[in-house]
């Protein structure tokens, strides 16, 4: 009965020998030179290990470099340039750096100046995009930065520089033309030219002559005025037609008027006879023929009757795009008619008219027509 116990001690002491070989116990020695089993948590690796996947910047909005410099003249309207690339999702701001205002979100213009707004220029084959900040009427007081900003994370920005300027506070002392009279000072700068001058036309002074310009430019070389000039070559140009003021011709008769155009530099454009205010072209009726010659120096123009009718009376005008025009008076009488007239101018005393000798014919004429039609 004692033993039992005692056996009970002696398993208990076996197996705690044995949990504590286990615990302490070591590998044993390979039997082999090759590599063993490959231990992933403990052992170190040779395999590269890769980071998470970062998100590529070129994806990410950016700004393309642009002209950040702009220059305005007071009353022009500014445009601030802003490109962005990539922008995708993201949102374009503009603020005035000076006091911090926001002016525009998107296509928002959030100042309450109607002169500000947002003008979007697509631009596909960049990828981007324009958001340029338009501001009208410009003055004094919008000149100074201005930040383009895109709201990543962090936030971008891109700053433009606005500079307005008065030409009215830009004094010329280097022009001939204008006289001093107010001396300007300097405001934190030395300026180039140190008076303003009164713009004075026609002063010449020692140095160099300038010119001033119907549109206010002063340039070394005289204003050269095209009206002037067309003016002076239609004053060289004259226009004649042969034979006289009036032509008479008998009924069945022929009659041949020419109007000659000379000092021409280049040929007329256009060139031509009226009658009525209604152009005369050879398809009145047979027996009218016109001929023309346009060349420089003289040119002329030659309208021909074979056979006038008492309706070929008239006033007729030649016609130029490059000289005054000319009219001469055609009358045609039948043959007992042209012998009164002849009567008539035979009889008339030397102090009378040649308008009133001319109107007698003109009556006698239209009488005869009168008389015909009946």
Not at 42 to 55: A, E, G, I, T
Not at 168 to 187: F, G, I, N, R
């Amino acid at each position: 009965m004692r033993m039992v116990p005692t056996m009970s001690i002696i398993l208990l002491l076996v197996m705690k020998l044995l949990d504590t070989n286990m615990v302490n116990a070591k590998p044993k020695a390979k039997g082999y030179a090759g590599p063993g089993p490959w231990d992933w948590q403990n052992d170190q690796s040779n395999y590269p290990v890769f980071s998470p996947y970062p998100v590529s910047k070129l994806d990410q909005p950016q700004f393309m470099k642009i002209n950040r410099n702009i220059s305005v003249m007071v009353g022009e309207t500014a445009f601030l340039p802003c490109r962005v690339k990539n922008l995708d999702e993201y949102t374009v701001s503009w603020i005035r750096a000076d006091d911090v205002t926001v002016l525009s979100v998107g296509h928002l213009a959030f100042s309450s100046d109607k002169r500000i707004s947002v003008v979007q220029v697509p631009r596909p084959r960049l990828s981007a995009s324009d958001w340029n900040l338009s501001i009208e009427n410009a003055s004094l007081e919008d000149d100074g930065q201005y930040e383009c900003q895109v709201n990543t994370d962090p936030k971008i920005n891109y700053k433009v520089f606005l500079a307005v300027a008065d030409p009215a506070k830009y004094p010329q002392a280097d022009s001939p033309y204008y006289e001093v009279v107010d001396p300007a000072p300097a405001k934190g700068f030395e300026q180039t030219h140190s008076v303003i001058k009164k713009h004075h036309k026609e002063v010449e002074k020692d140095g160099f002559s300038m010119y001033l310009h119907d549109n206010g430019c002063i340039c070394p070389k005289p204003q050269f005025k095209l009206l002037d000039t067309v003016k002076q070559l239609q004053k060289d140009l004259v226009m004649t037609i042969s034979g006289g003021s009036i032509e008479y011709v008998t009924s069945g008769g022929g009659i041949m008027l020419e109007c000659l155009v000379s000092g021409l530099s280049s040929p007329p454009l256009s060139l031509y006879w009226e009658k009525g205010n209604k152009v005369v072209t050879a398809k009145e009726r047979p027996g009218v023929s016109l001929e023309t010659e346009k060349v420089a120096g003289v040119s002329r123009i030659t309208l021909y009757f074979g056979s006038a009718e008492l309706s070929d009376t008239g006033n007729y005008t030649c016609v130029s795009d490059t000289a005054k025009r000319e009219t001469v008076l055609v009358v045609v009488t039948q043959g007992d008619d042209m012998k009164a007239a002849s009567l008539a101018s035979a009889s008339l005393p030397s102090g009378v008219s040649t308008m009133v000798y001319s109107l007698t014919v003109l009556t006698i004429s239209v009488l005869t027509v009168v008389i015909t039609s009946h």
